[in-house]
Each structure stands twice: as structure tokens, then as C-alpha cells.
């Protein structure tokens, strides 16, 4: 089993909120929208950290993380790209690389707004952690939290960080 802590969007800021929670994490997943290369290097110093760059990404980060990120964890497939859509409103290139890959666990970011959907169509659970930075139009600071227990994703719990500003 795993206990896995989903972020996206701090763009440079890492929550003190945060950290807690990534103690009590096995790994840290980042949607993208990270901001800096140091922000990636506080969350290695306490816990194994999977990342993907998003849009606001600089050169750094786009050469040491990936756009897209499939790769299995227990027995469940996992797709991590940022900017993703959402059931019914995926971009083509998305829903082609969906289709593909057959995940059973689609994550993105990129929107700042926090959504745990099941898309029947495609048979996976999206989840969008919303955003855990300070920059943007959201108002308060999300993060999502959940276990990967063989094939199975339990005990999925979001987390409040307190207002944007």
C-alpha cells in the first residue's frame, strides 16, 4: 500500500501547511505548475516526489521532468499530465493518449479547481487537486490525499490549506 499526497499548481510556493502532509505521504505526486526547481527540492528532502511541468515551467524544470507520466504504482496505471481537461471535455491529443494507455487513474492540474470524477466512458478516476499555491483565481488551497492499496484507490480525502491570499 501506498499513502500518496497530490499537488498542482504552487507555482514557486510550497504551502507550510504542506509539509505535514508530506510526512505523513509515501510520495508526493506534483501536477504541474510547479514554479521552481527549489520548491521540488524541499519535498525531496522529505519524501520521494513524482512531477510533471506545466505551462509556467521554465527550461529547468521541463528538462528534468516529463510532460506526460504513466507509469504503474501497486497494480493501478497512473497518467499525470497538467493541463488535461476533465470527463467530457478532454483535448483530442488527451483523449488519444487516454485511450491508449488505458489508465486507470487520470491526474492533472492546470485549472485550479478541484474535481474527483469517475469517467464511465474510459473506465478511470480523474482527479484535478486544484491548486496549492498562492497565485490564481481559486480561493482556497487544495490538495488531495489517498491510498493505492493493490488495485484499489481508498480512503481519497481532500485537504484544505486556508485561503489563497
Not at 516526489?49 to 497512473?78: H, M, P, Q
Not at 492540474?109 to 478541484?114: D, E, N, P, T, V
Not at 474535481?115 to 487544495?142: Q, R, S, W, Y
Amino acid at each position: 500500500m501506498k499513502k500518496i499526497l497530490l499537488i498542482s499548481d504552487t507555482h514557486g510556493y510550497l504551502e507550510p501547511k504542506l509539509i505535514k502532509h508530506i510526512q505523513q505521504a509515501d510520495e508526493v505526486w506534483h501536477a504541474g505548475d510547479i514554479g521552481t526547481l527549489q520548491l521540488c527540492q524541499e519535498i525531496e528532502k522529505l519524501k520521494p516526489l513524482k512531477a510533471v511541468w506545466g505551462n509556467i515551467d521554465g527550461a529547468d524544470l521541463r528538462s528534468t521532468y516529463l510532460e506526460n507520466l504513466i507509469f504503474d504504482c501497486e497494480n493501478v496505471n497512473v497518467f499525470i499530465t497538467h493541463i488535461g481537461g476533465y470527463p467530457n471535455k478532454y483535448p483530442a491529443k488527451i483523449k488519444q493518449l487516454l485511450i491508449e494507455h488505458k489508465p486507470n487513474l487520470f491526474i492533472c492540474g492546470h485549472s485550479h479547481i478541484l474535481k474527483v470524477m469517475f469517467d464511465k466512458e474510459l473506465n478511470l478516476l480523474h482527479i484535478n487537486p486544484g491548486a496549492a499555491g498562492v497565485h490564481g483565481f481559486h480561493h482556497v488551497k487544495t490538495a488531495v490525499r489517498f491510498e493505492i492499496d493493490k488495485n484499489e484507490i481508498k480512503n481519497l480525502a481532500v485537504i484544505e490549506l486556508g485561503k489563497r491570499a
